[in-house]
């Protein structure tokens, strides 16, 4: 896809270990020539935006493949986790959960972190004790900076072609933040900031104000996009990692696992509908004005609304990683081999699809100022 007056976006929405479909996603824009203008990202978006934004294009899928990677854990054989237990102990049906809804690897990274992102903070399990701010998070995410200066170029990422917006959470004041390179320098601070989910991670701090993930506020950076100045035609991206339509639950391991899908998809649908209406409207407002007069469209009492009208469109090609039938409450930890290999191909197949539809190619009705495609089920 040849590079135009109009903008490519990417918006990547939060999900820890899920993140690997959005990997794929990209791999698949990469070998279409698909240019991107700007990445927007949440929590383990703002990751894979930065790897993105802060690589050229002939090394960047190398990257984002050696990060990944990275985060694999080693083979390990442990134990059920609290396998001490006695069966007749009263925590003994969490104790079978917890072993029922997680696999041999994702028990490894509950029990002692991921190698270069994050790892146990013990102290913390006192929840009564006083602690730094720092400190506020069962898991110390230290490890994840150094991991973050490996495999991303800060200063391409801050000068390159594409631009990157994160976004955080303001815990003192409960406002959204967003950390974006037209305006400001983005280290490994901002987007270890936008990954800092509570209770898990402690906030990150940034010039005197402390930060977690954009996730608490909204997982789908959305509205960073359709609020921005810049206003000509667009073509985005929009990568959803949390399933909201999977089955009803049957039992209370998958009624916690289905709570916590429903909270992450951050009402994505309903976002894309409210939008879809006023960029119509606004659609609309521009074609009426220009039927007006020329006298009329010069009265300074209609001048007002008629800047209110816009005369360009957007294509939203939304694509979200399915929930599988084997899929558990840790999903988003799950960093097994296997499971990462699945999500990518899983990206890379839904993106090639949508690639081959192309339906924001489509003739398209005069008023159209917001078309939403989702990707048919198989």
């Known amino acids: 896809m040849a590079k135009s007056a109009q903008q490519s976006v990417l918006i990547l929405q939060g999900g820890g270990a899920l993140g690997a479909y959005q990997a794929g996603v990209y791999e698949t824009l990469l070998k279409h020539h698909t240019t991107i203008d700007w990445v927007i990202g949440t929590s383990i978006g703002a990751i894979n935006s930065a790897l993105i934004a802060g690589n050229p294009p002939d090394t960047c899928l190398e990257s984002l493949q050696a990060f990944w990677q990275s985060l694999v854990p080693a083979t390990a054989s442990l134990p059920g986790l ?11 049906p969490l104790q079978s959960w917890l072993n029922q809804s997680a696999n041999v690897e994702t028990v490894d990274v509950l029990m002692n972190g991921v190698e270069g992102f994050f790892k146990p903070r013990y102290a913390a399990w006192d929840i009564q004790a006083r602690l730094p701010l720092h400190e506020a998070g ?47 320098w983005i280290g490994p601070e901002h987007i270890m900031a936008s990954g800092a989910l509570p209770p898990g991670f402690p906030p990150i701090e940034i010039e005197g104000h402390a930060y977690w993930d954009g996730g608490v506020y909204s997982n789908s950076p959305l509205e960073i996009f359709l609020e921005d100045e810049v206003k000509r035609d667009a073509l985005c991206f929009m990568v959803d990692l949390w399933d909201p339509t999977e ?8 009624v916690l696992t289905r709570t916590k899908s429903i909270q992450y998809a951050s009402r994505s649908a309903e976002q894309l509908a409210a939008h879809e ?5 606004q659609r609309a407002i521009r074609a009426l004005s220009d039927r007006l007069p020329p006298a009329a469209r010069k009265d300074q009492e209609l001048r007002p609304l008629i800047e209110m009208g816009c005369d360009h469109t957007i294509n939203v090609v939304h694509l979200i990683l399915k929930a599988a039938p084997t899929d558990q409450y840790f999903k988003d930890i799950d960093f097994s081999r296997e499971t990462i290999q699945a999500r990518w191909q899983a990206g890379m197949h839904d993106c090639g699809r949508a690639l081959r539809h192309k339906a924001w190619l489509q003739p398209l009705p005069p008023h159209a100022g917001l078309i939403i495609h989702e990707l048919p089920q198989e």
């Open 82 to 92: 609290w396998a001490g237990f006695s069966p007749l102990s009263p925590l003994s």
């Open 247 to 254: 089955a009803r639950p049957q039992n209370m391991a998958e």
């Open 138 to 184: 069962f898991y110390d995410t230290a490890p994840l900076r150094a991991t973050l200066e490996k495999f991303i170029d800060f200063d391409y990422l801050n000068n390159g072609p594409m631009r990157i917006s994160v976004c955080a959470v303001d815990i003192d004041d409960g406002q959204s933040k967003v950390f974006d390179s037209t305006e400001d």
């Open 277 to 281: 209406r006023q960029q119509n409207l």
